[in-house]
Protein backbone atom coordinates (compact mmCIF):
# COMPACT_ATOMS: atom_id res chain seq x y z
CA UNK A 1 0.00 0.00 0.00
CA UNK A 2 1.19 3.11 -0.45
CA UNK A 3 2.33 5.45 1.54
CA UNK A 4 1.09 8.78 2.15
CA UNK A 5 3.53 11.77 2.84
CA UNK A 6 1.96 14.61 1.60
CA UNK A 7 0.09 17.17 3.99
CA UNK A 8 -3.58 16.54 3.80
CA UNK A 9 -4.39 19.58 2.46
CA UNK A 10 -2.65 18.59 -1.26
CA UNK A 11 -4.18 14.31 -0.63
CA UNK A 12 -8.07 15.81 -1.22
CA UNK A 13 -6.65 16.86 -4.23
CA UNK A 14 -5.03 13.95 -5.24
CA UNK A 15 -7.98 11.16 -4.21
CA UNK A 16 -10.95 11.15 -2.85
CA UNK A 17 -11.10 9.29 0.54
CA UNK A 18 -15.18 9.02 0.45
CA UNK A 19 -16.73 6.82 -2.01
CA UNK A 20 -20.55 6.49 -2.78
CA UNK A 21 -21.12 2.59 -2.65
CA UNK A 22 -21.30 2.74 -6.64
CA UNK A 23 -18.24 4.04 -6.76
CA UNK A 24 -16.54 2.00 -4.24
CA UNK A 25 -17.60 -1.39 -5.93
CA UNK A 26 -16.37 0.21 -8.99
CA UNK A 27 -12.96 0.38 -7.57
CA UNK A 28 -13.24 -2.56 -5.52
CA UNK A 29 -13.32 -4.76 -9.15
CA UNK A 30 -9.82 -3.01 -9.41
CA UNK A 31 -6.90 -5.68 -7.95
CA UNK A 32 -5.09 -2.48 -6.04
CA UNK A 33 -8.33 -2.46 -3.79
CA UNK A 34 -9.71 -4.80 -1.16
CA UNK A 35 -12.86 -4.32 1.07
CA UNK A 36 -12.54 -4.14 4.80
CA UNK A 37 -14.95 -4.73 7.04
CA UNK A 38 -14.72 -2.76 10.58
CA UNK A 39 -18.03 -4.13 11.89
CA UNK A 40 -17.46 -6.94 14.69
CA UNK A 41 -17.38 -10.59 13.38
CA UNK A 42 -20.85 -10.72 14.43
CA UNK A 43 -22.38 -8.52 12.30
CA UNK A 44 -20.18 -9.37 9.21
CA UNK A 45 -21.71 -12.57 9.48
CA UNK A 46 -25.11 -11.24 9.23
CA UNK A 47 -24.20 -9.13 5.95
CA UNK A 48 -21.19 -8.26 3.84
CA UNK A 49 -20.15 -6.89 0.96
CA UNK A 50 -18.68 -9.97 -1.38
CA UNK A 51 -14.49 -10.66 -0.71
CA UNK A 52 -14.61 -8.33 2.30
CA UNK A 53 -12.16 -8.95 4.65
CA UNK A 54 -12.91 -8.47 8.31
CA UNK A 55 -10.47 -6.28 10.65
CA UNK A 56 -12.96 -5.27 13.37
CA UNK A 57 -12.71 -1.19 14.31
CA UNK A 58 -12.51 -2.56 18.29
CA UNK A 59 -9.19 -3.97 17.55
CA UNK A 60 -7.82 -1.38 14.85
CA UNK A 61 -4.01 -1.32 13.81
CA UNK A 62 -3.38 0.11 10.72
CA UNK A 63 0.06 -1.29 10.24
CA UNK A 64 -1.01 -4.93 11.11
CA UNK A 65 -3.90 -4.18 8.25
CA UNK A 66 -1.36 -2.84 5.95
CA UNK A 67 0.88 -6.22 6.45
CA UNK A 68 -2.91 -7.77 5.90
CA UNK A 69 -4.03 -6.65 2.96
CA UNK A 70 -0.66 -6.89 1.31
CA UNK A 71 -0.24 -3.48 -0.31
CA UNK A 72 -3.89 -3.38 -1.47
CA UNK A 73 -5.58 0.00 -1.05
CA UNK A 74 -8.84 -0.45 1.73
CA UNK A 75 -11.86 0.28 1.34
CA UNK A 76 -13.68 0.69 4.64
CA UNK A 77 -17.33 0.25 5.37
CA UNK A 78 -19.19 -0.27 8.45
CA UNK A 79 -22.87 0.03 9.30
CA UNK A 80 -23.29 3.43 8.57
CA UNK A 81 -20.22 4.74 7.78
CA UNK A 82 -19.12 5.97 11.24
CA UNK A 83 -16.71 3.50 12.48
CA UNK A 84 -15.49 3.43 8.51
CA UNK A 85 -14.78 7.04 8.89
CA UNK A 86 -12.68 6.57 12.18
CA UNK A 87 -10.90 3.60 10.37
CA UNK A 88 -9.97 5.40 7.32
CA UNK A 89 -8.46 8.81 9.76
CA UNK A 90 -6.58 6.02 11.36
CA UNK A 91 -4.92 5.02 8.30
CA UNK A 92 -4.41 8.39 7.07
CA UNK A 93 -2.34 9.39 10.23
CA UNK A 94 -0.63 6.29 9.95
CA UNK A 95 0.60 7.43 6.76
CA UNK A 96 -1.24 5.04 4.32
CA UNK A 97 -3.82 5.65 1.97
CA UNK A 98 -7.37 4.83 2.05
CA UNK A 99 -10.71 5.70 1.40
CA UNK A 100 -14.20 4.52 3.05
CA UNK A 101 -18.13 4.06 1.79
CA UNK A 102 -20.02 6.94 3.00
CA UNK A 103 -23.28 5.40 4.12
CA UNK A 104 -21.56 2.06 5.13
CA UNK A 105 -23.52 -1.34 4.02
CA UNK A 106 -26.69 0.48 4.53
CA UNK A 107 -26.03 2.73 1.52
CA UNK A 108 -24.82 0.25 -0.66
CA UNK A 109 -27.83 -1.79 -0.19
CA UNK A 110 -30.19 1.29 -0.64
CA UNK A 111 -28.22 1.42 -4.13
CA UNK A 112 -29.14 -1.93 -4.51
CA UNK A 113 -26.09 -3.21 -4.97
CA UNK A 114 -25.81 -7.08 -3.75
CA UNK A 115 -24.33 -8.59 -0.83
CA UNK A 116 -23.58 -11.59 1.19
CA UNK A 117 -26.50 -12.71 3.44
CA UNK A 118 -25.96 -15.64 6.55
CA UNK A 119 -27.52 -18.79 6.31
CA UNK A 120 -27.92 -18.88 10.11
CA UNK A 121 -30.74 -20.36 11.46
CA UNK A 122 -32.13 -16.62 12.64
CA UNK A 123 -32.55 -13.41 11.07
CA UNK A 124 -32.15 -11.68 13.87
CA UNK A 125 -28.29 -10.72 14.53
CA UNK A 126 -26.77 -11.24 17.66
CA UNK A 127 -26.37 -7.90 19.37
CA UNK A 128 -30.39 -8.08 19.02
CA UNK A 129 -30.15 -11.32 20.76
CA UNK A 130 -27.71 -9.85 23.00
CA UNK A 131 -30.21 -6.78 24.07
CA UNK A 132 -33.01 -9.42 24.16
CA UNK A 133 -31.35 -11.54 26.66
CA UNK A 134 -30.27 -9.08 28.61
CA UNK A 135 -33.36 -7.35 29.11
CA UNK A 136 -35.43 -11.16 29.69
CA UNK A 137 -32.99 -11.90 32.25
CA UNK A 138 -33.41 -8.47 34.02
CA UNK A 139 -37.13 -8.59 33.67
CA UNK A 140 -36.70 -12.07 35.01
CA UNK A 141 -34.76 -11.26 38.17
CA UNK A 142 -36.95 -8.31 38.76
CA UNK A 143 -39.80 -9.70 39.01
CA UNK A 144 -38.07 -12.62 41.27
CA UNK A 145 -36.66 -9.42 43.68
CA UNK A 146 -40.25 -8.18 43.70
CA UNK A 147 -42.70 -11.41 44.44
CA UNK A 148 -39.86 -13.70 46.31
CA UNK A 149 -37.26 -12.14 47.80
CA UNK A 150 -34.95 -8.96 47.63
CA UNK A 151 -32.05 -10.61 47.70
CA UNK A 152 -32.22 -11.06 43.87
CA UNK A 153 -31.96 -7.35 43.09
CA UNK A 154 -28.13 -8.74 43.50
CA UNK A 155 -28.40 -10.46 39.60
CA UNK A 156 -30.05 -7.38 38.86
CA UNK A 157 -27.23 -5.33 39.98
CA UNK A 158 -24.42 -7.87 38.48
CA UNK A 159 -26.60 -7.98 34.52
CA UNK A 160 -26.55 -3.63 34.94
CA UNK A 161 -22.53 -4.19 36.15
CA UNK A 162 -21.78 -6.34 33.11
CA UNK A 163 -24.01 -4.12 31.00
CA UNK A 164 -21.81 -1.25 31.88
CA UNK A 165 -18.34 -2.90 31.34
CA UNK A 166 -19.23 -3.75 27.66
CA UNK A 167 -20.73 -0.38 26.96
CA UNK A 168 -17.30 0.70 28.59
CA UNK A 169 -14.92 -1.71 27.17
CA UNK A 170 -16.21 -2.64 23.66
CA UNK A 171 -16.61 -6.71 24.82
CA UNK A 172 -19.46 -7.86 25.85
CA UNK A 173 -18.99 -11.58 27.24
CA UNK A 174 -22.65 -12.32 26.90
CA UNK A 175 -22.78 -11.45 23.06
CA UNK A 176 -19.60 -13.50 23.09
CA UNK A 177 -21.38 -16.33 24.24
CA UNK A 178 -24.53 -16.20 22.25
CA UNK A 179 -22.14 -16.03 19.37
CA UNK A 180 -21.02 -19.23 19.56
CA UNK A 181 -24.91 -20.75 19.72
CA UNK A 182 -25.68 -23.17 17.39
CA UNK A 183 -28.10 -21.03 15.20
CA UNK A 184 -25.67 -18.27 15.02
CA UNK A 185 -22.75 -20.08 13.50
CA UNK A 186 -22.33 -19.54 9.32
CA UNK A 187 -19.92 -20.26 6.54
CA UNK A 188 -21.73 -18.03 3.59
CA UNK A 189 -19.95 -14.69 4.38
CA UNK A 190 -15.98 -14.74 4.51
CA UNK A 191 -14.46 -13.87 7.75
Known amino acids: MMKVNAPMESMQTETAFELT ?27 AVADAIVHPFSGFDAHRLNQEIDGRRPIFYCRTGVRSRKALNMMLKSGFDAQHIVGGIQGWKADGLPVESSKTGTSIDVMRQTQLAAGSILVGLSALAYFFNPLWMVGV ?28 RTTSCQS
Open 21 to 47: ATEAQQRGKEEQYVFVDVREVFEHQVE
Open 157 to 184: TAVGLGLFHAGASGSCALASAISWLPWN
